[in-house]
């Protein structure tokens, strides 16, 4: 599974043919562009669909709500480019729940013809379509404080690895585990509904294997972790 991390800039993507079998494509975007993709993300929402637009109403810091716009640009855009469709031509749904079975599960492309998930911490944003369900995160390095609050909550192996480690050691390590498992949420659509224990992912160099899922981590810039979950 290639692991490269194509750039989402200004100008409008070569995206090429969609991905398919086990191919991944994997974008990542600075979202705090004016211009993603060839479009202007101050005029972004006549691209995006009633949903889209509320949720970014809702946002009432103008850097929250210009990220939000800018990785949804983005998600348009490239979407967009592998479906041959004008960005606000491409009609975004939800998938039912595996928990639940409510209509929050997975955001998906009407019809299927890609799937794809969409992460952003900060100002980074990272975006991955593949032809099986995926999921993407990128994560930037949390706080010691953020470590003690959600060390207990971890599976008791990796809470033991963590707690192991020397303490300035333990944001990035916490960061490698937590887009891992943040991917792997996002690709199977449970999100943190059944807590963040299970699957055991690891926290050292290399994600341990999840049954079922290809599990990889991802370049990412100095300060952030991200990985990926690809049904196997």
Same mark, same amino acid.
């Given at each position: 599974?290639?692991?490269? !991390? ?34 202007? #993300?101050? @005029? @972004? ?47 975004? #749904? ?10 929050? &599960?997975?955001? @998906?492309?009407? &019809?299927?013809? !890609? ?85 055991? !992912?690891?926290? &050292? ?20 972790? @991200? ?6």
């Amino acid at each position: 599974m290639s692991t490269y !991390v194509n750039r989402l800039g200004e100008d409008a993507p070569r995206t090429g043919e969609p991905p398919a079998g086990t191919a991944v494509a994997v974008w990542s975007l600075d979202t705090t562009l004016d211009v993603v993709g060839g479009h202007r #993300v101050d @005029a @972004a929402l006549s691209l995006l669909d009633a949903g889209e637009r509320e949720r970014a109403g809702r946002l009432l810091r103008a850097g929250d709500r210009h990220r939000y716009l800018a990785s949804h640009v983005g998600l348009r855009v490239l979407l967009g480019g592998y479906l041959g469709l004008a960005p606000q031509e491409v009609v975004l #749904v939800r998938e039912d729940c595996p928990c639940c079975d409510g209509p929050h &599960g997975r955001p @998906a492309v009407a &019809g299927g013809a !890609v799937q794809f998930s969409l992460s952003h911490s900060d100002d980074l944003a990272y975006l991955a379509f593949a032809a099986v369900p995926v999921g993407v995160d990128v994560e930037a390095v949390p706080s010691a404080a953020a470590v003690a609050d959600v060390l207990h909550a971890l599976h008791p192996a990796e809470t033991a690895e963590l707690s192991a480690l020397p303490a300035q050691e333990r944001p990035q390590a916490l960061a490698r585990l937590w887009s891992r498992k943040e991917a792997y949420f996002k690709g199977t659509g449970t999100g943190l509904a059944l807590g963040l224990a299970e699957p055991y !992912v690891g926290s &050292g160099p290399a994600p341990s294997p999840v049954p079922g899922w290809h599990l990889t981590d991802l370049p990412a810039p100095a300060a952030y972790a @991200a990985a990926l979950a690809l049904r196997a």
